[in-house]
């Protein structure tokens, strides 16, 4: 999952996504492959799991990151948040006419409706990786 969704990004963004998962299955009483493993049992793509994509195989800096998290040499660099979205991954939708980034408003309006503020880390762009915490 770190790999797929914040492979390319700095430390502090693949650390994001992690604590941001974790504190999501935390949220919910459930285990970590619970959630990611949901509803098909099989890893996949985002389509497959509405929650995050485990699409790619770990690399080196994903797999570090997440030792290190674990390890308590990395804490949660997002405060809490549960959710992230990546603006810049927004499709336009043919079917709806609804553009990139009406969908990717649509969804910080979805978020702030379920009571989440936005968080953005310091070293990675508002466009590419977005938090969302309890506000």
């Given amino acids: ?6 492979g390319g990004l700095p430390e502090s963004g693949r ?6 998962a974790r504190n999501y299955a935390a949220a ?3 285990g970590l492959a619970a959630v990611l493993l ?3 049992g099989f890893f996949g ?5 509405p929650y995050a994509s485990t699409a790619k195989d770990p690399g ?5 990151t997440v030792r290190k998290v674990e390890a308590g040499e990395l804490h949660d660099p997002t ?23 009406e969908r990717a408003d649509r969804f910080a309006a979805n978020r702030r409706g379920e009571g989440l503020e936005l968080f953005v880390l310091d070293d990675v762009p508002e466009r590419k990786l977005r ?5």
């Fill in 45 to 49: 793509r985002e389509d497959r799991n």
């Fill in 38 to 40: 949901k509803p098909t």
């Fill in 60 to 64: 080196a800096g994903a797999l570090a």
């Fill in 28 to 30: 919910g009483g459930k």
């Fill in 1 to 6: 999952m770190v790999q797929a969704e914040a």
């Fill in 131 to 135: 938090f969302w915490r309890p506000a």
């Fill in 79 to 101: 405060g809490g948040a549960t959710h992230w979205d990546s603006p810049w991954a927004y499709k336009d939708n043919a079917e709806t006419g609804e553009t990139a980034a």
């Fill in 15 to 20: 650390a994001g996504v992690y604590c941001a």
